[in-house]
């Protein structure tokens, strides 16, 4: 085996290792976790700047985990007025993989994920004017916006899934997350779930499915900055 490969696939274990640690510490610590939290964004951002020269247009990935620890000094470590603030980074963040994922297309395929991320976006919008009807604010909008994006990541990535392998499924943990945190802060407010309900039960579970989610989506999304592409 080569060096530098050598050298890879070691400092590829030693940052895994760091992030299970933290998400141990997360999931199941008795102690004040928002630092610990933060520490996995930024751990998966400061991972992926090994690798900014690794192949093409890497730096938009770099940029989206970057916008991914703004998000959160206003989500995790600042007061929760500020969730709207953060949901926009989010939504930037989402953006910028798109524009990483579209600079592996051609014409023909860039014509495409214009098209599915255009009507996304408008069913989305759309939908959350239907289902939140009275109690629609900025907030909602946004966090609507930005899914719908995160969901034609995730839906034009299938493309040229060889050149990103593990991006497709680290969007998927990034879709759970966003599902569960969604359902948590909704219920209640936009939504109205049934007590004797799964979904009710499933976000009430001792277990911090938010940051499971979160912390292994951010690990992928690193992760996949340091492959080849095909």
């Avoid at 989206?64 to 969730?83: G, M, N, P, R, T």
């Avoid at 007590?195 to 009430?204: A, D, P, Q, R, S």
């Avoid at 951010?218 to 095909?230: M, Y």
């Amino acid at each position: 085996m080569e060096k530098s490969k050598r050298q890879k696939i070691i400092l590829l274990i030693t940052f895994s290792i760091l992030e299970l640690s933290l998400l141990i510490i997360i999931l199941f610590s008795k102690l004040p976790v928002k630092w610990f939290c933060f520490s996995s964004v930024v751990l998966g951002f400061c991972n992926s700047l090994l690798y900014i020269k690794k192949k093409k247009n890497n730096y938009l990935m770099i940029i989206s985990l970057l916008i991914c620890c703004e998000a959160d000094v206003f989500l995790v470590l600042l007061d929760s007025k500020y969730k709207l603030v953060g949901v926009i980074f989010f939504m930037i963040a989402q953006l910028c993989i798109g524009l990483y994922i579209h600079s592996f297309f051609n014409k023909k395929e860039h014509i495409i994920g214009i098209i599915i991320r255009s009507i996304l976006n408008i069913v989305f919008i759309i939908a959350c004017l239907l289902v939140v009807r009275d109690n629609v604010d900025a907030l909602s909008i946004v966090s609507c916006i930005y899914f719908s994006n995160l969901i034609a990541n995730i839906i034009i990535s299938i493309i040229h899934i060889k050149d990103n392998p593990i991006l497709f499924i680290g969007l998927i943990f990034f879709m759970l997350c966003d599902l569960t945190l969604g359902l948590e802060i909704g219920n209640g407010i936009y939504l109205h779930l049934s007590e004797n309900g799964i979904l009710y039960k499933f976000i009430n579970l001792p277990f911090n499915f938010v940051w499971f989610f979160y912390v292994i989506a951010i690990t992928l999304l690193s992760i996949n900055t340091s492959i080849d592409s095909k």
